[in-house]
């Protein structure tokens, strides 16, 4: 599985539409302090469904909707859509590519997608347990996390390595069957 592109709109400083197309291998960003380097990964996050408008580094969902500028109104719906090459199936769907869809409105409603068909945010959190590439997975670093794994106890730490070996998801059922 590879990132193959990522379409936004609206997304934080992304105000017209955006497409960044990857290859396989390593792929750099570069450009100035405030030029949205960080936003990039931010919009990665928030559409494999992070919740925490804290960790996308606002105070309210809200503040992930294009504010506005000098030049240009500010706009009333962000949108990311992330495009998954799945030709070796690490995605448990039977399609060569996979698309993520997630939409919020000022007004506070929200839509996801998966492959254009309108689904819950929990599918889309499901899909990605253990691919490596959740919200929560080892597959973004951000800054500070390193120190944080390192002085994290040791129970916290071992999450990241069953979250690696791929066994959170059968954790996570075995706890949801417990407490029916
Ligand atoms: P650095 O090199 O300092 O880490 P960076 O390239 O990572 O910078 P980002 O943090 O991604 O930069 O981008 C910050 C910019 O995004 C700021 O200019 C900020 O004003 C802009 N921004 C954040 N949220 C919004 C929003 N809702 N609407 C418009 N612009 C926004
Ligand atoms: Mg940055």
């Given at each position: 599985?590879?990132l193959?592109r990522l379409e936004t709109?609206?997304f934080k400083s992304f105000?017209?539409?955006v497409t960044l197309d990857f290859?396989?291998?390593?792929t750099a960003v570069v450009g100035?302090?405030g030029s949205g380097k960080s936003n990039i990964t931010d919009a990665i996050r928030w559409v494999l469904?992070?919740?925490?408008?804290?960790?996308l580094r606002?105070?309210?969902?809200?503040?992930i909707?294009?504010?506005?500028?000098?030049?240009?109104?500010?706009?009333?719906?962000?949108?990311v859509t992330l495009?998954?090459?799945?030709?070796?199936?690490?995605?448990?769907?039977?399609?060569?590519?996979?698309?993520?869809?997630?939409?919020?409105?000022?007004?506070?409603?929200?839509?996801?997608?998966?492959?254009?068909?309108?689904?819950?945010?929990?599918?889309?959190?499901?899909?990605?347990?253990?691919?490596?590439?959740?919200?929560?997975?080892?597959?973004i670093?951000s800054?500070?996390?390193?120190?944080?794994?390192?002085?994290?106890?040791?129970?916290?730490?071992?999450?990241?390595?069953?979250?690696?070996?791929?066994?959170?998801?059968?954790?996570?059922?075995?706890?949801?069957?417990?407490?029916?």
């Amino acid at each position: 599985m590879f990132l193959k592109r990522l379409e936004t709109v609206g997304f934080k400083s992304f105000a017209e539409k955006v497409t960044l197309d990857f290859v396989p291998g390593v792929t750099a960003v570069v450009g100035p302090n405030g030029s949205g380097k960080s936003n990039i990964t931010d919009a990665i996050r928030w559409v494999l469904g992070e919740q925490s408008a804290k960790s996308l580094r606002g105070s309210k969902m809200e503040d992930i909707i294009f504010q506005g500028s000098d030049t240009r109104k500010a706009l009333n719906v962000a949108e990311v859509t992330l495009v998954l090459d799945n030709a070796n199936q690490t995605l448990p769907l039977e399609y060569q590519e996979v698309s993520v869809t997630r939409r919020v409105f000022r007004s506070g409603e929200s839509q996801f997608l998966i492959n254009n068909q309108s689904c819950r945010l929990k599918d889309i959190v499901d899909l990605f347990m253990d691919s490596g590439l959740g919200r929560e997975a080892f597959s973004i670093i951000s800054q500070g996390k390193v120190e944080e794994i390192l002085s994290s106890k040791p129970e916290e730490r071992r999450s990241i390595f069953e979250e690696a070996a791929g066994v959170l998801k059968y954790k996570q059922r075995k706890k949801k069957a417990e407490y029916k």
